[in-house]
């Protein structure tokens, strides 16, 4: 069974730009997380998605948005990009997200410059 | 709001030294939870998960135990191999949409 499968791996980007993520899951998981990882900050909650539907959602300001497909794939957005977006995104897939393991991706490496 | 903080940020053991890292924690309706290892470059990996207080998993070196505000995960006798980051984190929520969180996790370093 292939696992979560996160794209592009590596990303660099100048401030103001905009940028656009993409994550696959497991096969018959339709519960989508996302997650930015940074050194100081750890792993901060953005948004969780399930069949098409945001179901909960961190405390990032709107520029952070995302979406899920019908056939369970997710994209991420960030626009007008600052410096201090630059982190490691993780995707992580599960069957139904209650109480629930995660499975993530190994994430897309996002530099902005 | 839902909070966790696990301690020490950092732990250097030599193998062999067994030790426990800390996980102390608060949630609305926990539904469970979770530890997982991450080693440099790559996504957390699952290790164990729990759902009530006084419950208790094993896996290899690793023990992982619930309390109704903490969990510890115990390594016993480490290997240089079970140097990683280990991350608690906890679920709570209903069915209007579930909310995983993290702690900062704490660094592993086992020298041989």
């Known amino acids: 069974k292939a696992g979560v499968t996160q794209t592009p791996r590596y990303l660099i980007k100048t401030r103001g730009q905009q940028v656009t993520l993409s994550c696959s899951p497991i096969?018959?998981?339709?519960?989508v997380s996302w997650y930015q990882q940074t050194p100081g900050q750890g792993l901060q909650f953005l948004f969780e998605?399930?069949?098409?539907?945001?179901?909960n959602k961190g405390n990032f300001p709107g520029r952070f948005s995302g979406r899920q497909f019908s056939n369970s794939r997710s994209e991420m957005n960030v626009s007008t990009l600052e410096l201090g977006d630059s982190a490691l995104y993780l995707c992580?897939?599960?069957?139904?997200?209650?109480?629930?393991?995660?499975?993530f991706g190994s994430g897309t490496q996002l530099s902005v410059l | 709001e839902d909070q966790v903080t696990q301690s020490p940020e950092a732990l250097r053991l030599q193998e062999g030294e067994s030790s426990s890292l800390n996980c102390s924690y608060t949630v609305s309706g926990l539904r469970g939870l979770f530890w997982y290892r991450q080693d440099p470059g790559k996504g957390p990996e699952f290790l164990f998960t729990?759902?009530?207080a006084g419950e208790e998993k094993e896996k290899e070196r690793l023990k992982a135990t619930l309390t109704k505000k903490e969990s510890f995960l115990h390594i016993t006798a480490p290997k240089p191999e079970d140097s990683a980051t280990y991350l608690c984190a906890v679920q709570g929520g209903n069915t209007g949409g579930f909310k995983t969180i993290f702690g900062a996790g704490t660094r592993l370093f086992v020298k041989a």
């Open positions: 729990l759902y009530s």
């Open positions: 992580a897939s599960s069957s139904t997200g209650g109480g629930e393991k995660l499975f």
């Open positions: 998605y399930f069949s098409e539907t945001q179901r």
């Open positions: 096969s018959g998981h339709r519960s």
